[in-house]
């Protein structure tokens, strides 16, 4: 294989109860990344559209993971890469994510496919470090692996790929503002009372068992986040407007994607969805602050070649 055109997700980590440790993979918007073979070895990008990111291969996430693979790998070749961001960076949808995880993913086809999901989500893990200075699992995963993913140790680094129920609908909402992730980090509580983690813990069972068992209440009574929402959502204007708005039109839940600004909603089925859309754009069309909104499905596969 010389050449390769992939689709990258946009993924909404955390999910509310798992900070750090859930995440899944949305249809609707993503990245597009090509990477073509080069006699010259090494790493270059040519082109990065959609959104203003570096051509520094050591900064760029894409090229710093495409760039450790060859090198890992001892390539004999080198590799080509274009970026079409179709979504924001600082949106709180996995923008790096979705480069770094692209990048591991498009490299590991022009080698040969020798890598495992397992071993391209520590690779992508690199680009996240290198993008926002931690390497965290739960976007690069739910790209590589898609569906819904569980982060169930980070060392030795273990992922679950957990069942989507059939119905399940995300809208989201992405306020035009930037957030992040380091900002969003820092706010976060270092130390959290047992009772809180007690909740924590038993919501993250519980989510998991709903996916299981397509139990579409247990999923809506677990969505609830006590550690990271509180410390994050006065970071996000009129994030309670937009929950409630969600809520109010039969969401089974909704919170921060990730690290924010984007808010989520989860529904069973499309009718919901629809209105859960038309609720929140409603609530927020006044407050003065551009935004755009998507309504998708939980994506089964992840990252897809295109060509
Ligand atoms: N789990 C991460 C966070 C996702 O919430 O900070 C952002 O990369």
């Known amino acids: 294989m010389k050449y390769i055109k992939i689709f990258a997700p946009a993924t909404v980590a955390n999910v509310s109860c798992g900070f750090d440790s859930l995440g899944f993979a949305v249809d609707a918007i993503g990245d597009e990344m090509t990477f073509t073979k080069t006699a010259e070895k090494g790493v270059q990008i040519t082109n990065i559209t959609g959104a203003d990111l570096t051509y520094n291969v050591d900064e ?60 391209l989500t520590k690779f992508a893990m ?9 390497a965290i699992a739960d976007n690069v995963a739910a790209a590589i692996f ?26 989201a909402i992405h306020p035009q503002i930037t957030i992040k992730t380091k900002d969003a980090r820092d706010v976060l509580p270092t130390k959290i009372p047992l009772k809180d983690a007690v909740t924590q813990w038993a919501n993250v069972g519980g989510l998991i068992s709903g996916l299981y068992t397509d139990n579409y209440n247990l999923i809506s009574n677990s969505l609830v986040d006590i550690v990271a929402e509180p410390a994050r959502k006065s970071l996000i204007p009129f994030f309670d407007n937009i929950k409630n708005s969600a809520l109010k039109a039969g969401a089974l839940g909704a919170g921060i994607s990730g690290s924010g600004p984007t808010v989520f909603a989860l529904c069973k089925g499309d009718t919901v969805a629809k209105a859960v859309y038309k609720s929140i754009e409603e609530s927020y069309k006044n407050t003065g602050i551009d935004f755009e909104m998507f309504v998708s499905k939980v994506s089964p596969e992840g990252i897809k070649i295109i060509k």
């Open 126 to 134: 690199f680009g996240e470090k290198v993008a926002c200075g931690s």
């Open 60 to 119: 760029n996430a894409a090229s710093a993971v495409v760039k450790k693979m060859l090198h890992t790998a001892n390539a004999d070749f080198g590799i080509e890469l274009t970026i079409h961001k179709g979504f924001s960076p600082g949106s709180g949808l996995g923008s790096s994510a979705a480069s770094a995880a692209g990048a591991a993913f498009g490299t590991n086809q022009l080698l040969g496919d020798m890598y495992s999901n397992l071993e």
């Open 146 to 171: 898609g569906g819904f993913i569980l982060v169930r140790s980070y060392e030795p680094l273990e992922i679950i790929k957990l069942p989507v129920p059939n119905e399940l609908r995300v809208v």
